[in-house]
């Protein structure tokens, strides 16, 4: 398949779990160029191994002074950016009386205010050539709220609130740049697998499809909306969760 062919794609929180997937899925369908995000490099080797069109590289999307050398080099070397998922995020969970200033800035920090940095640093290269896709990974937490969650809700819900303004704002002066958000129910990454199965139970047995999203469940719906058979959709809020109501 080549539905990503040509694309110069960029993948927060690419070394493991959804990003991962993502990344897996871009390069299968021939993207030019996958760049797998993450602050830790161990991941990178086993990732590149055997692909030409993966790279990994060392970035944290809170840090402005990090992400715009990326993005410029990325410029230098391939001439565009043609996608940016934002996936990399974090949580802290306490009920709203036991949690810190520390775990709600940290949370915030990372899944709300990466995600602004990193799509103010690529979406002005979008708009010069006037086309681009940019999905965010938000959560049905952010659209139904969880107990426990304060932080994560928050920050989840300001990236489908940034994805509905900035879906406008890109398309404007005739641009085609579509912004979208993807938002997972319970999926079985490296971030649940604290939880216990004794908590997952209830999750499972009220989800219609009757179990937990796989990460490539999540890369799927990214690559469709990343990929030119969804060029008339933006500002939307694709909910993958087997049909879980929170």
């Not at 402005?64 to 949580?91: C, P």
Request: with cysteine; proline share 3%.
């Amino acid at each position: 398949m080549n539905r990503m062919n040509g694309k110069v794609c960029v993948v927060t929180g690419g070394a493991r779990g959804i990003g991962r997937a993502i990344v897996d899925r871009f390069a299968e369908e021939d993207a030019r160029m996958v760049f797998a995000l993450d602050v830790n490099d161990s991941a990178f080797p086993e990732l590149e191994s055997g692909r030409s069109n993966v790279r990994g590289a060392v970035v944290n999307v809170t840090d402005t002074a990090q992400i715009q050398a990326f993005i410029d080099g990325v410029v230098a070397e391939f001439g565009e950016i043609s996608v940016l998922v934002n996936n990399a995020g974090i949580t802290r969970d306490a009920l709203i009386q036991k949690m810190s200033d520390e775990d709600w800035a940290a949370v915030i920090h990372v899944n709300l205010t990466g995600v602004f940095k990193m799509t103010r640093a690529v979406a002005p290269r979008m708009m010069e050539k006037g086309s681009g896709a940019v999905v965010s990974i938000a959560s049905v937490v952010g659209l139904d709220g969880n107990i426990g969650q304060s932080n994560y809700a928050a920050a989840k819900g300001g990236v489908v609130a940034m994805t509905k303004g900035w879906a406008k704002e890109f398309a404007r002066k005739g641009a085609r740049i579509r912004v979208n958000s993807v938002s997972p129910g319970y999926c079985r990454t490296p971030m649940i697998e604290s939880v216990p199965e004794k908590v997952l139970e209830p999750i499972i047995t009220k989800t219609p499809l009757g179990r937990l999203a796989m990460p490539v469940d999540i890369a799927n719906a990214v690559l469709f909306l990343c990929s030119d058979e969804s060029v008339f959709i933006t500002g939307q809020v694709l909910r993958v969760d087997g049909g879980l109501v929170l």
